[in-house]
């Protein structure tokens, strides 16, 4: 990639940005309509520490979330890969809950778990572990047959053959899940928090954008989706990188190739 | 070493990949199985493996004594080497397995690295080192626990000409020394011929044994130019010519 090509996206964004302030700033349009990016930045600055604390809440959520999906879908893999009768008791289930909307469960998951945190924090794992679950199962299933029968021929036990073959063999997938789940936990998280936010329970950025919305503050609200967007992307590169630096010190190629 | 008493194998599909085999493979041999593709020679070899059983026939080892973990070696057409463990660490793989430590087993792991020309690569990841190279490691850790039986699965078809004939080489030089008996599949009539002590000739749809050569080429590393190496691959081409379905 040129550098040219790396810098097209900044430009292309701050080419937006002025076109967007500039159309705003001619047709006059009414601020709590379409705020320009100047009256967003402002708004912004004038309420940094009440968005910046909410964000803070949401990534907790978040954090949490992935951390519980990374478990979760890792468990729920390698249980499928020990039995088939695992594997044909927990698949349809793990595709129920994946095309059953987050939305519409949320409610009663609220109502159920009574401690708020805990609340969102289940929600946004049930959006999250799937990804983990379906990559890694395909993983450990995809073991190169001829090293399976290399192990076999040596005598090694099935403990053996999980830690030293199917599991290094499946990280490459695990990984890959992982970056896929980090933004499907802060999807899930915001999702949960605005319908908390509808019962009163308003701590993370998704209060903050429904509030700015009962007040037509638009350009708060603007600022929210803003941050939010900016942590979407960081939390992706982030675990990109992570998953190159596992990948490099391991040896490995890039997702999926193991061979 | 063991018998073959009329082995034969049928797919699911209903093939029969194997029709009444019947040979010895006597200690200290090495041999060849040609044949093309689909005639069976590979299932024959995981039967060997003890990887695939026979539907009809027996395998009979000498002293009754089938193979335990370690005892057979296998080396697959690709290298089929761990990514993540370099060289080294996928040497040792078969003594792990058997609960050796890295300690004690070092010094053998080292000794069959060297003997394949891999002194000084102990350290190098798969993805650092040529094709050849990686079936280089993909020998030593086939014989690094010593086995009594070495079987080989086309090891050499995806190298380039250059590299299969130090391969060849080099392996005919091991043989020479260790005397493991080898079972090699091949579907090249000059690698059989250079290096097998006996030919089993394959031939498909059914997999049946249609010939069998002894070789006698001298037994020195300078057999690839000696002119019965000619005469034994015209030999070959002409059994081949004689047994194959048209």
Not at chain 2, 41 to 59: F, M, N, Q, V
Not at chain 2, 121 to 134: C, D, I, N, V
Not at chain 2, 189 to 195: H, N, P, S, V
Request: proline share 6%; net charge positive; hydrophobic share 50%.
């Amino acid at each position: 990639m040129t550098s040219l090509e790396r810098t097209a996206p900044i430009a292309f964004g701050l080419l937006g940005l002025i076109l967007w302030q500039t159309a705003v700033s001619l047709l006059q349009v009414p601020v709590y309509v379409l705020p320009g990016p100047i009256a967003i930045i402002t708004a912004f600055w004038s309420d940094h520490a009440s968005l910046l604390l909410s964000l803070l809440s949401t990534l907790a959520v978040t954090a949490a979330a992935l951390i519980a999906a990374a478990s979760l879908g890792m468990i729920l893999a390698l249980a499928m890969a020990a039995s088939r009768l695992a594997r044909a008791a927990i698949q349809p289930w793990a595709v129920v809950l994946q095309v059953t909307p987050v939305v519409a469960i949320a409610p009663l998951i609220i109502i159920w778990v009574n401690q708020q945190f805990a609340a969102l924090v289940v929600c946004a794992t049930i959006v999250a572990f799937f990804p983990v679950l379906s990559n890694t199962a395909a993983g450990l299933a995809a073991t190169p047959p001829e090293l399976a029968d290399l192990f076999r021929l040596n005598g090694a036990t099935r403990r053996q053959t999980l830690f030293l073959l199917r599991l290094p063999a499946a990280l490459p997938y695990f990984l890959a899940g992982l970056r896929i789940a980090g933004t499907l936990a802060l999807v899930g998280a915001v999702v949960a928090e605005f319908v908390a936010s509808s019962g009163g329970f308003a701590s993370g950025l998704a209060g903050r954008i429904l509030e700015s919305g009962y007040r037509l503050e638009i350009a708060r609200m603007f600022a929210a989706l803003t941050l939010l967007a900016i942590t979407g992307i960081l939390i992706y590169a982030a675990l990109g990188a992570f998953e190159r630096m596992i990948l490099r010190r391991f040896g490995a190629g890039p997702s999926g190739e193991v061979k | 070493m063991l018998r073959l008493n009329g082995v034969g194998r049928r797919f699911p599909n209903n093939v029969i990949a194997l029709d009444n085999i019947t040979t010895r493979i006597e200690p200290g041999a090495f041999i060849a199985l040609l044949g093309p593709s689909g005639c069976g020679k590979s299932t024959l070899l995981r039967i060997l493996a003890g990887l695939d059983t026979p539907d009809t026939g027996s395998l009979t080892w000498d002293d009754n004594t089938p193979p335990g973990p370690g005892d057979i070696g296998f080396v697959f057409q690709d290298a089929t080497l761990l990514p993540w463990a370099n060289a080294e660490a996928n040497v040792f793989l078969p003594l792990r397995l058997a609960g050796k430590s890295l300690e004690t087993a070092r010094p053998i792991v080292r000794d069959t690295l060297a003997q394949l020309g891999l002194a000084g690569f102990e350290h190098a990841k798969p993805t650092e080192l040529s094709g050849g190279m990686r079936m280089r490691v993909s020998i030593a850790r086939a014989l690094v626990s010593r086995p009594k039986l070495l079987l080989m699965d086309e090891p050499f078809a995806a190298l380039d000409e250059f590299t299969r004939h130090r391969l060849q080489d080099d392996l005919f030089a091991l043989w020479r020394e260790a005397r493991t008996t080898i079972v090699f599949v091949t579907h090249s009539i000059y690698e059989a011929a250079y290096l097998a002590s006996r030919i089993i000739v394959m031939s498909p749809r059914p997999g049946r044994i249609a010939a069998e050569l002894t070789c006698t080429l001298p037994d020195t590393n300078t057999r690839r130019t000696d002119p019965a190496y000619a005469a034994l691959t015209t030999q070959v081409t002409e059994t081949l010519r004689a047994v194959m379905p048209a």
